[in-house]
Nanobody, 123 residues
Framework: VQLQASGGGLVQAEDSLKLSCAAS????????TGWFRQAPGKEREFVAA????????LYTDSVKGRFTISRDIAKNTVYLQMNSLKPEDTAVYYC?????????????????WGQGTQVTVSS
């Protein structure tokens, strides 16, 4: 499956952005899907994940209450709604399809990765 992330941009603190991850090649409705991010000089870190059917979601502590992951199975797309953005959210955001149906925080569970979209939050 090929993944295409979009929706990044330059915003101010407290603004919102909605990232999209569209799949092509085949459906990824039988895969859990996640978002990771990588800031300059730092390792790629988990942000959020959602089960294959949207039944369960996971978030890293720093985004709980601000970010929401969702999926539209009919559109073969996963979203990340980001509210109350902070400068520390600045990073390249990657979507990834898991090798499993249940959401996970483990980077090694994800076998297919998109190209990333830049999110920059100014103070």
């Amino acid at each position: 499956v090929q993944l295409q992330a979009s929706g990044g941009g330059l915003v101010q603190a407290e603004d919102s952005l909605k990232l999209s991850c569209a799949a092509s090649g085949r459906t990824f409705s039988t895969n859990a899907t996640g978002w990771f991010r990588q800031a300059p000089g730092k390792e790629r870190e988990f942000v959020a994940a959602i089960d294959w059917n949207g039944g369960k979601t996971l978030y890293t502590d720093s985004v709980k209450g601000r970010f929401t992951i969702s999926r539209d199975i009919a559109k073969n797309t996963v979203y990340l709604q980001m509210n109350s953005l902070k400068p520390e959210d600045t990073a390249v955001y990657y979507c990834a399809a898991s090798n499993y149906i249940f959401a996970s925080m483990l980077r090694t569970d994800f076998g297919s990765w998109g190209q990333g979209t830049q999110v920059t939050v100014s103070s």
